[in-house]
């Protein structure tokens, strides 16, 4: 078992984050969750019921995050050594509510850690068809038709702001070797148990995967000695969980691969 951290868990009511509140409690890590309104409370409280680890919650507006030093701040008051990243506005606040959360307040929290050394580790939730390039692994075709009714289509908004926080983790990472930036890319998102995976460079980017699945592989890669900065794509597939986190650590996989930021720090 990894030794004890302290992760703050930035959009802390969400699905995935309450999934991965007590699998990070269990291993008797400290959780600091945070979430925007006083009446969730009570709920992400009670995921740390009869767990060794020790959960504190925090309610804080991230979308009122529109500074690096806002950020700091709330970096400064918790002082954690992790960062998950599993905010977003979840298209309720409009194209204008997406750019501050999903984007600005994203980059403010990436830039504030990589600041502050005490802070080893960001994960960030993103998507997996979050790129400017088809993935060399990919047909050209299934990308073409994805990117065009997903990425400028469906998600045309959430695409923009999401690839600019992709992009920000991952050079903010590559300059600066005290801090991981895990960019976990997960599929379509969809109820149901946690299953095997495919994990790293997907020979599919159309694909969906449980959210207790990313949950669990968060809380994998949050725990596995040796992960270096990079992209995971995530769908379900045949794979363990810990078994696929352990051999996309041992082989340093990084799925931002045909990006020309990728080249950049190649």
């Given at each position: 078992?990894?030794?004890?951290?302290?992760?703050?868990?930035l959009?802390?009511?969400g699905?995935?984050a309450?999934i991965?509140?007590?699998?990070?409690l269990?291993r008797?890590?400290?959780v600091?969750?945070?979430?925007?309104?006083?009446?969730q409370?009570?709920?992400?409280?009670k995921?740390?019921?009869?767990?060794?680890?020790?959960?504190?919650?925090?309610?804080?507006?991230?979308?009122?995050?529109?500074?690096?030093?806002k950020?700091?701040?709330?970096?400064?008051?918790v002082n954690?050594?992790?960062?998950?990243?599993?905010a977003?506005?979840?298209?309720k606040?409009?194209?204008?509510g997406?750019?501050?959360?999903d984007?600005?307040?994203?980059?403010?929290?990436?830039?504030?850690?990589?600041?502050?050394?005490?802070?080893?580790?960001?994960?960030?939730?993103?998507y997996?068809?979050?790129?400017?390039?088809?993935?060399?692994?990919?047909?050209?075709?299934?990308w073409?038709?994805?990117?065009?009714n997903?990425?400028?289509?469906?998600?045309?908004?959430?695409?923009?702001?999401?690839?600019?926080?992709?992009?920000?983790?991952?050079?903010v990472?590559?300059k600066?070797p005290?801090?991981?930036?895990?960019d976990?890319?997960?599929?379509?998102?969809?109820e149901g148990?946690k299953?095997?995976?495919?994990?790293g460079?997907?020979?599919?980017?159309?694909?969906?995967v449980?959210?207790?699945?990313?949950?669990?592989v968060?809380?994998?890669?949050?725990a596995?000695?040796?992960?270096?900065s990079?992209?995971?794509?995530?769908?379900?597939?045949?794979?363990?969980?810990?078994e696929?986190?352990?051999?996309?650590?041992?082989?340093?996989?990084?799925?931002?691969?045909g990006?020309?930021?990728?080249?950049?720090?190649?």
């Amino acid at each position: 078992m990894a030794s004890p951290h302290h992760v703050l868990i930035l959009g802390g009511h969400g699905k995935i984050a309450q999934i991965l509140t007590p699998l990070l409690l269990k291993r008797a890590w400290t959780v600091t969750s945070v979430i925007r309104h006083q009446d969730q409370v009570p709920t992400v409280e009670k995921l740390g019921a009869g767990l060794p680890g020790r959960l504190s919650v925090l309610v804080r507006s991230i979308e009122a995050v529109d500074s690096q030093e806002k950020a700091a701040s709330i970096l400064n008051e918790v002082n954690p050594d992790y960062v998950a990243w599993s905010a977003g506005a979840g298209g309720k606040y409009g194209d204008e509510g997406t750019f501050r959360i999903d984007r600005d307040a994203a980059i403010h929290f990436i830039n504030a850690a990589a600041s502050k050394p005490s802070i080893t580790r960001f994960l960030l939730v993103s998507y997996n068809g979050s790129r400017r390039k088809g993935a060399p692994w990919w047909t050209a075709s299934e990308w073409e038709d994805y990117n065009k009714n997903i990425n400028h289509g469906v998600l045309a908004t959430y695409y923009q702001a999401k690839i600019v926080a992709d992009e920000v983790l991952y050079e903010v990472s590559k300059k600066n070797p005290a801090l991981v930036g895990i960019d976990l890319r997960p599929g379509r998102l969809s109820e149901g148990p946690k299953g095997n995976v495919t994990l790293g460079k997907n020979k599919n980017v159309v694909g969906e995967v449980p959210r207790e699945t990313v949950a669990h592989v968060a809380d994998a890669l949050l725990a596995a000695e040796g992960v270096k900065s990079g992209w995971i794509d995530l769908l379900q597939g045949d794979d363990d969980i810990n078994e696929a986190v352990a051999a996309v650590v041992r082989d340093g996989v990084d799925a931002a691969e045909g990006e020309d930021i990728y080249t950049k720090y190649a």
